[in-house]
């Protein structure tokens, strides 16, 4: 099994920053696709950013593709997604999810490990 541990979620005015953290616990995390999701209200849970097990591949969705960049440290079980000129549309719960195998992954029912997540709200 794997926990997940999301934080760095805030209030932030557009065209700012942040940087989310994922703490992970569990021996598969280390051999598992990492993916950061984000649902907004009256939305579906949709893939924001994923990587591979060692963080050689990476794929994002379009629209935070230039603005975010996901990496992960084995050695500390961490996932980070780092956000940059955030928007209002930006603003939502974001979620870590391990993914069941260890190739890049981008569809929500390739994970099976989610944290609880955190909000980020960007106001304009």
């Known amino acids: 099994q794997v926990q997940l541990v999301e934080s760095g979620g805030g209030l932030v005015q557009a065209g700012g920053s942040l940087t989310l953290s994922c703490a992970a616990s569990?021996?598969?995390?280390?051999?598992?696709?990492m993916g950061w999701f984000r649902q907004a209200p009256g939305k579906e849970r949709e893939i924001v950013a994923a990587?591979?097990?060692?963080?050689?591949?990476?794929d994002y969705t379009d629209s935070v593709k230039g603005r975010f960049t996901i990496w992960r440290d084995n050695d500390k079980d961490t996932v980070y997604l780092q956000m940059s000129s955030l928007k209002p549309e930006d603003t939502a719960v974001y979620y870590c999810?391990?993914?069941?195998?260890?190739?890049?992954?981008?569809?929500?029912?390739?994970?099976?490990?989610w944290g609880q997540g955190t909000q980020v709200a960007v106001s304009s």
């Open positions: 999810a391990a993914g069941r195998y260890s190739g890049i992954a981008l569809s929500t029912s390739a994970y099976n490990y």
């Open positions: 569990g021996r598969t995390f280390r051999t598992s696709s």
């Open positions: 990587i591979s097990w060692s963080g050689d591949s990476t």
